[in-house]
């Protein structure tokens, strides 16, 4: 399983990204899907997370409100479109499947397959 991150740039405050993640090599909607970031000298964090059908979506508190997860199982793609976003929201963006659906308490060591990050730099 192949997952293709994109979408990444920089971007000023209050301005608008979104990423997408295209999953190949597997069956995309037997997966749970997730976005993790990762700021310079910081640890890995979860940002959002959808469940297999799109039906079920976890945020953390920092992004609520402004950032939305969404997955389109027939372009097997998950996105994550990202509103008014902050300096602090500057980080490479990862996202992340797992056959297992875990919400709000997605380990990351538990996690099956990851993509490559791409860089969103939020300009002041």
């Known amino acids: 399983v192949q997952l293709q991150a994109s979408g990444g740039g920089l971007v000023q405050a209050g301005g608008s990204l979104r990423l997408s993640c295209a999953v190949s090599?597997?069956?995309?909607?037997?997966?749970?899907m997730g976005w993790f970031r990762q700021a310079p000298g910081k640890e890995r964090n979860i940002v959002a997370t959808i469940s297999w059908s799109g039906g079920t979506t976890y945020y953390a508190d920092s992004v609520k409100g402004r950032f939305t997860i969404s997955r389109d199982n027939a372009k097997i793609t998950v996105y994550l479109q990202m509103n008014s976003l902050k300096p602090e929201d500057t980080a490479a963006y990862y996202c992340?499947?797992?056959?297992?659906?875990?919400?709000?308490?997605?380990?990351?060591?538990?996690?099956?397959?990851w993509g490559q990050g791409t860089l969103v730099t939020v300009s002041s």
């Open positions: 090599g597997s069956t995309f909607s037997n997966y749970a």
């Open positions: 992340a499947a797992s056959r297992i659906w875990y919400g709000s308490d997605w380990p990351m060591a538990r996690t099956n397959y």
